[in-house]
């Protein structure tokens, strides 16, 4: 099945205490993004990926990192979590060409304290 | 900066009404896209709108684009309680580097009543 997986799907964690949001894409996409989304802020972008080795800022880029060292897989890293990065994570992936929609992740529901 | 916005941000409505789900974009741009999302759940890709005129359609749902007046509709006939959901529009912006990003509206939360 063609899919876009998250882990893990809920994550407490503390604030300073390092962490990884895993995404793995199965369709061969080229692009690959990740998302926070906040009540009445929609959908954010944080870093986005249009191949191996190629990533650039989205919108709130701030305290977060990412790498593509594969063409299947997009990790999210918080080096130094901190509470008002409490969100809902999403990682999606596209085939890059601009044709088709993103698929999406189950999410990532992340509480920082 | 690109900004997308939707109208209206909630939508309740009686089942078989129409409605209309407007989404305006800043720039120029000639792709957008169509998102359900419903509670607790991930965003699922419902229209690829790739050129000036292009119209869509899926069951009771209906999604065009006018990319000169940067506006694409998400029409709504006879509406039924499983089109309760948010609705998001997301628009691409070639970014400085000649890479591409999707901006997405606020969302659009729909309620169906019965």
């Known amino acids: 099945e063609a899919q876009v997986t998250q882990n893990p799907r809920y994550l407490i964690t503390v604030t300073g205490k390092k962490l990884t949001v895993t995404c793995s894409q199965n369709m061969n996409h080229e692009y690959m993004s990740w998302y926070r989304q906040d009540p009445g802020l929609g959908l954010r972008q944080i870093y986005y990926?249009?191949?191996?080795?190629?990533?650039d800022k989205g919108d709130v880029p701030e305290g977060y990192k990412v790498s593509r060292k594969e063409k299947r897989n997009f990790p999210l890293i918080l080096e130094s979590p901190s509470p008002n990065q409490t969100s809902l994570y999403f990682c999606?992936?596209?085939?890059?060409?601009?044709?088709?929609?993103?698929?999406f992740g189950s999410g990532t529901r992340l509480t920082v304290v | 900066e690109l900004k997308v916005e939707q109208n209206p941000l909630f939508l309740s409505m009686q089942e078989g009404k129409n409605y209309t789900i407007y989404c305006n974009y800043s720039?120029?741009?000639?792709?957008l896209y169509w998102y359900r999302q419903d509670p607790g759940k991930s965003l699922e890709s419902l229209f690829v709108?790739?050129?000036?005129?292009a119209v869509k359609q899926e069951g009771r749902l209906m999604a065009s684009l006018d990319t000169k007046a940067r506006l694409s509709t998400l029409h709504i006939t006879a509406a039924v309680h499983d089109l309760s959901a948010t609705y998001f529009c997301?628009?691409?912006?070639?970014?400085?580097?000649?890479?591409?990003?999707?901006?997405f509206g606020t969302g659009t939360r729909l309620k169906v009543l019965a």
């Open positions: 709108l790739l050129s000036n005129g």
């Open positions: 997301a628009v691409t912006e070639i970014a400085t580097s000649g890479t591409y990003k999707y901006i």
């Open positions: 720039t120029t741009s000639d792709r």
């Open positions: 999606a992936s596209s085939p890059g060409t601009g044709a088709y929609g993103y698929t």
């Open positions: 990926s249009m191949n191996v080795e190629v990533t």
